[in-house]
């Protein structure tokens, strides 16, 4: 099993930009979730997918915010327009029925300048 | 969720055990325990988890007192590869509930 795969591994964009960064979740998981880490803020939950549909984005930050998964293999986050504040390592995980172990992706480090 | 107290840091000899120490003194009966651990520019990767009973597999052992208010993640021989932050993380069981980290304890393991 590849794990969670995310890309871009890096992200250099500048304020005001559109930003897209994707996911693809283990086969099988049935739960999806995307994390930014900063350091002043740690690891923050921003949004969660059951069976493609989105429980709880509380953890949204602001309007700029979005995400969707079209279908169960794949799913985006997106910032627009972005801003440096933003800048932050941004991690999916996946689990199968949200109780059992997450598997995080290898993240998308972004630095908006 | 109940809240988790962690030590920021620890150290320990590669080789020895490691025992990371959590405090959740306010934990509910359906709230497990889970812990986490982040290498230095990686993804969080799931240890271990537990509601009572101590629990072990191939990374680690989980004791949980007997009236649940803390826990200790045992690493029986560490290694340098071991050294990354370590997140005690209390949620309710149940597909919905989030995982949420705090700051976690981080192990420096020397050689």
């Known amino acids: 099993d590849a794990g969670v795969i995310q890309s871009p591994r890096h992200e250099v964009t500048e304020m005001g930009q559109e930003v897209t960064l994707r996911c693809k979740p283990i086969?099988?998981?049935?739960?999806l979730f995307w994390y930014r880490q900063t350091m002043m803020r740690g690891l923050e939950l921003l949004i969660y997918f059951n069976n493609n549909v989105p429980i709880d984005d509380s953890g949204m930050p602001e309007d700029r915010f979005s995400a969707k998964m079209p279908n169960a293999s794949f799913s985006t986050l997106k910032i627009q327009p972005s801003e440096p504040r933003d800048s932050a390592v941004y991690f999916c995980?996946?689990?199968?029925?949200?109780?059992?172990?997450?598997?995080f992706g290898s993240g998308t480090r972004l630095t908006v300048v | 969720d109940a809240k988790t107290t962690q030590p920021p840091s620890m150290d320990c000899a590669e080789g020895r055990a490691a025992n990371l120490p959590c405090n959740h003194s306010t934990i509910s009966g359906n709230e497990y325990v889970y812990w986490y651990r982040q290498i230095h520019s990686q993804g969080p990767q799931y240890i271990i988890h537990?509601?009572?009973n101590n629990e072990t597999n191939e990374m680690a052992s989980l004791i949980i007192t007997e009236d649940r208010k803390s826990s200790t993640l045992i690493l029986p021989h560490a290694t340098l590869r071991d050294t990354a932050v370590y997140y005690c993380?209390?949620?309710?069981?149940?597909?919905?509930?989030?995982?949420?980290f705090g700051k976690g304890i981080t192990l420096s393991v020397r050689p």
């Open positions: 995980a996946s689990s199968l029925q949200g109780f059992y172990g997450y598997t």
């Open positions: 086969s099988g998981h049935d739960y």
């Open positions: 537990g509601l009572k």
């Open positions: 993380i209390v949620r309710v069981g149940g597909a919905n509930s989030k995982l949420t």
